[in-house]
């Protein structure tokens, strides 16, 4: 793959008919091995965020070597990594999903939140005598971007009699829980851990691993999160708190917060009609994030030089490549006021979702990539050091 130092001297090379991945591996490769050194157990990559075999191989060559996986296709991606530990976290999955993750990939640990699921894991792998089995609680969402307990997780004060019955045929006994995407302080592993703790004492069952899941964010144009010593002091004050022996262990679940940073998306402007621009890539393709959630991502001019100070910046909305009139990102996205048809625009800390969702809608969805070798525009990891790289301005949270 082409390598280039900045997304400018990419589009300056190729001047690129279709949008581009500009891949920073580096990047993967720094937030992973931030997490290693600082999180107090496993730390287990989400596939679903990005499944780039580069990132992957740089996530990997960081020291990551267990992997959240929700699907077949990747149980399929991962399995061959050497020494991959993979941990299925789909709490519903069919019999043949488990039968096959079982036998023909060497899975082990499954997570479920019903009795029923129980049962389908105990049948579809011959009663096995070496699972790990996490029970996924429901806890409550505080201050994340995309709550998720509605979907999945047994209310804490149901669990215990599904958490005795998993114990039963457990080797290892774990409980999990998901405190929703992009959660900007860490008040909601505290709680969750809290009802953790009541779990385990209702339940009278000893605990073999406790996994809080994912969550952890990364910087968008439009959010702070508290800094990530912030939450991991937080949760390693709320386990160790918990009534569990010394053997037990903790994982964590981080997509968003490893890969965001590791991916730019450099499009094209169409035209531009007053404040909206038109671009040629959007809601169905990598921008699903910023025009469903309001992610506001940070963006800059690339082909002309722009020495704008940001109190002089315009703002701008977005229009994506094809004919739905839901294909709109309304930003704000702060960009120099000359922009026009034929420029290029970095958007940056896509890689998290933005590759997974795109689709093929009205023919488009079709995209180049390269790496690139500088730091990625906005990083939660510079600022922890103190020297964040921050190449954009902030707007209110």
């Known amino acids: 793959m082409d390598r280039f130092a900045t997304a400018r001297d990419l589009i300056i090379a190729r001047q690129p008919d279709r949008p581009t991945f500009g891949l920073r591996p ?8 931030w997490f290693l050194k600082n999180f107090p157990g496993d730390v287990a990559y989400a596939v679903k965020a990005n499944a780039s075999p580069f990132l992957l191989g740089a996530l990997y060559g960081a020291g990551i070597r267990h992997f959240d996986v929700a ?13 991959a530990h993979l941990h299925y976290m789909h709490p519903v999955k069919s019999r043949t999903a488990i039968r096959r993750a079982f036998f023909e990939f060497g899975v082990r640990s499954f997570s479920l939140d019903s009795e029923d699921e129980l049962a ?52 290892k006994l774990g409980v999990t829980f998901h405190v929703g995407s992009q959660t900007v302080s860490p008040e909601a592993y505290v709680t969750a851990l809290s009802e953790v703790g009541k779990l385990i004492v209702r339940a009278g069952v000893v605990l073999d ?55 730019s998306l450099i499009v094209r402007v169409n035209s531009r009609r ?42 701008f909305s977005f229009w994506g490549p094809t004919c739905d009139s839901i294909d709109r ?27 997974a969702i795109a689709g093929r809608f009205n023919g488009f969805g079709a995209y180049e990539q390269a790496i690139l070798l500088d730091p990625p525009m906005l990083s939660v990891y510079g600022l922890e050091a103190g020297v964040g790289h921050n190449r954009g301005p902030l707007l209110p949270a």
């Open 120 to 171: 389908k894991i105990r049948e579809e792998t011959g009663d096995a005598k070496d699972l790990t089995l996490w029970v996924r609680i429901a806890v409550q969402a505080k201050n994340s971007a995309l709550p998720l307990e509605r979907m999945f997780g047994i209310a804490p004060t149901k669990a215990h009699t599904l958490l005795g019955k998993s114990r039963q045929v457990a080797r």
């Open 209 to 263: 691993r406790v996994d809080v899941g994912g969550g952890f964010p990364s910087a968008y144009t439009n959010s702070r999160p508290a800094p990530l010593t912030d939450f991991i002091a937080a949760i390693t004050r709320a386990y160790e708190a918990l009534p569990v022996g010394e053997s037990c262990r903790m994982m964590c679940e981080p997509g968003r917060a490893l890969v965001s940073e590791a991916e």
């Open 329 to 355: 990102m309304p930003g704000p996205f702060m960009l120099p006021g000359s922009v026009a048809e034929g420029d290029y625009i970095e958007i940056g800390n896509i890689g998290a979702y933005g590759r």
């Open 274 to 315: 007053g404040n909206e621009l038109f671009i040629n890539d959007g809601a169905y393709g990598a921008l699903f994030d910023a025009a469903h959630l309001g992610w506001i991502f940070p963006v800059r001019l690339l082909n002309r030089a722009d020495p704008t100070p940001s109190a002089e910046l315009t703002p």
């Open 26 to 33: 580096h990047a993967a490769g720094e937030a992973a091995r």
């Open 71 to 83: 699907s077949l296709p990747e149980i399929e991606d991962v399995a061959s990594i050497p020494d």
